[in-house]
């Protein structure tokens, strides 16, 4: 009942340019979204709703492209990941694992719990396929033959990046003390 009310939606803003109708979409995805966002950014707050705001940009300006082959939400998790790894394109990132660990540890709040700092530290350690694949399964939810259409990879490819992205999560924490 809910993807027949995206498809409404959808349908209101490419028809009639319902700005309404898109501000429910955007309601409805943005803690999702931003969420998937704050997970490969590893809690870059401020990028991480830049990246979310783009996101809901090109999807208003592509909607009419939308096809129903997949539910809305896969689709806008595909222009979420486009986004994101065109940003990472774009800034050519070459930091290597322990410069991305201390600028993390460096821009925690005090707010910030230390499970949640291991737990991104835990994702720096992973590689970026890895990593998006972790979030997207293991914090959003999501199933192994969505994130194949999320991300253009293969399921046995998903399947592989998560297996490998878990065993490394997992002796990492264990060395953190998370053996219970």
């Known amino acids: 009942m809910a993807e027949l009310n995206d498809i409404a939606l959808v349908t209101q803003v490419a028809v009639f340019h319902n700005k309404r109708a898109f501000d429910q979409l955007v309601r409805k995805y943005q803690s999702p979204v931003r969420r ?27 909607i009419t492209k939308f096809r ?9 998790m595909r222009i979420a990941y486009n986004v994101f790894y065109d940003d990472v394109r774009a800034k050519k990132q070459t930091e290597d694992v322990d410069t991305s660990i201390s ?27 890895e990593r998006t694949c972790i979030t997207l399964q293991l914090i959003d939810g999501y199933p ?24 490394k999560m997992t002796i990492y924490l264990k060395q953190n003390g998370y053996d219970r």
């Open 144 to 167: 192994i033959d969505q994130i194949s259409k999320i991300t253009g990879v293969p399921e046995n490819t998903v399947k592989s990046h998560l297996r490998r992205g878990k065993e």
């Open 36 to 62: 998937f966002f704050l997970n490969q950014t590893l809690g870059d707050e401020q990028l991480s709703d830049d990246l979310a705001q783009e996101t809901f940009l090109k999807a208003y300006l592509n």
């Open 68 to 76: 129903g082959l997949s539910s809305f939400s896969t689709w806008l």
């Open 103 to 129: 600028a993390l540890r460096q821009s925690a709040s005090a707010g910030d719990s230390n499970l949640k700092m291991d737990i991104y530290t835990a994702l720096a350690l992973l590689k970026p396929d």
